[in-house]
């Protein structure tokens, strides 16, 4: 009777969470991410410059169901974070008992790097969800049998899944053999047909972007070796690695990250003896450590380990409740802990509660700043793409500085320009080389083979049989970056480049960015 009630108390909480998930995700604009993402749900394709199909499905169907707004791009994150709960919970039941479970749920629902995770539409809940669900069905599979079975398909089906929307879900398959590798007996797995149907599973995902990529000269291996410093083996930052551990105190609650490393150190020597925490231990320890070999060289984001944390969270929690039971206060500590990530979780719905109470909190200091003021700032480039094109008779054409600023003014620009078909709303200046997927799309620097019919664009050059269209007309360079006047490619590509003004994006009297819009008269395309 106790079980069913938390049962019903679990479930009335997670659908009420969703609840005010959905409700929420209306009102924040999108992130820079966000809208980089959505732009690639309007040119589907098996792989992208950086990730895997998998963000680009799951934006396009929702905004196919929703329409082109943010609830549409990120109506299914709640739903998503719903599932990685179930998932955990699940795992944490089957491995231990119902009280570890209830309590993973709930400790997972106050760490703010999860709410964040399911509030926005990145590739973070997709990848942690199928990190999750994969995690609960090969525990599954070994327990019932080490011989083939349905939840050995699943479970490569699921991790496959999980690599089409971030590639490093991959290391999945090392927790496997690692722990297929650890003992005597489940060893003998690799003998029989369910550990090959697993790598069969996610083969049979896997295949889309390794073929997109095969056939772009393999552009995401060398974006992620650049990424990750891989190019330069002299460029160590000694003090990267202890950012990239710090900010893990902030994102994961500063209490409860560390009574999950105080969990895996002192559960660390019963692993061995214990199958569910080697389980749990070798599920994270891939993806931690190839992360934090990255940091040394830069500072890595927390985000990125985040699929680790479903089961630390697990082991944090089997080890502090059973702490808590033989010390009380060692369980008001515990409540404590989770009051006050929750408390953490409850302003990123809105650190304009900070402001509230008169605190000048700079948005270029706060971190959902990035969320801030793209709504006004595509209205005002608006207006300033009307004025140009009064004072130049002819319409122009929107570059950006980087692709995040493309991608975020494309996005709420109240009248989307479409130059034709695949062309994207706002471009990035030309570049020779491949930089992020705009080069990929059409772009204002490309040149169009003529009809076969046709004349040849230049009558002194009859064999030429391409044109730019671009070539002649006028734009608008915005930028939001005030340090940085427009880039080469500009200045060299127009015949005269001129401020055309700047405006301000505030918040509460608070400045959030400051914008800058160039005009640039007659392009002309840069030597090769």
Known sequence: MKNTTGRWFLVLFLLALAGVRWLFIPWVELAPDEAYYYLWSQHLDWGYYSKGPGVALAIRLGTDWFGQNEFGVRCLSPLLSLGTAVMAWGLARRMFNEGVAFWTVMTSAVLPIFWVGSLVMTIDPLSIFFWAAAALTFWLAIEQTLKFHGWWLLSGVLIGLGFLCKYTNAFQLLTVVLFLASSRRTRSAFRHAGFWSLLGGFCAMAWPPLIWNAQNLWITVT????????????????????????????????????????????????????????????????????????????????????????SLIILAVYYWLDVSRKSR????????????????????????????????????????????????????????????????????????????????????????????????????????????????????????????????PDPMFKEQRAVNPFVGRSALYITDRMEEGPPSPIVRAFEKVELAGEFDVSRRGLMVKRWRVYLCWNYETLPL
């Open 223 to 310: 974006h992620l070796k650049e990424r990750g410093g891989a190019e330069d083996p002299t460029g160590w930052e000694p003090t990267a690695l202890g950012e990239f551990f710090l900010v893990h105190f902030g994102v994961y609650s500063p209490l409860i990250f560390l009574g999950i490393v105080i969990a895996a150190w002192k559960l660390k020597g019963i692993s061995r003896s214990d199958p569910r925490v080697r389980y749990l231990m070798l599920s994270a320890a891939p993806l931690i450590v190839f992360y934090a070999l990255i940091s040394v060289k830069k500072a890595g984001e927390a985000n990125w380990t985040a699929p680790a944390f479903v």
């Open 329 to 456: 206060g060692m369980a008001v500590l515990c409540l404590g802990s989770l009051g006050f990530g929750a408390i953490l979780s409850l302003l990123v719905l809105s650190t304009d509660f900070i402001r509230d109470i008169g605190v000048d909190w700079s948005y270029q200091r706060d971190p959902s700043g990035r969320l801030r003021g793209w709504k006004n700032a595509a209205l005002s480039v608006d207006k300033f793409r009307s004025i140009g094109e009064q004072v130049i008779g002819a319409p122009v054409f929107l570059i950006a500085n980087r692709y995040q600023t493309a991608a975020e003014l494309g996005f709420y620009l109240p009248h989307r320009p479409s130059e034709g078909a695949g062309h994207p709303p706002v471009y990035i200046p030309e570049s020779q080389s491949i930089e992020n997927q705009f080069s990929f799309w059409p772009r204002y620097d490309e040149f169009r083979e003529v009809a076969k019919n046709a004349p040849a």
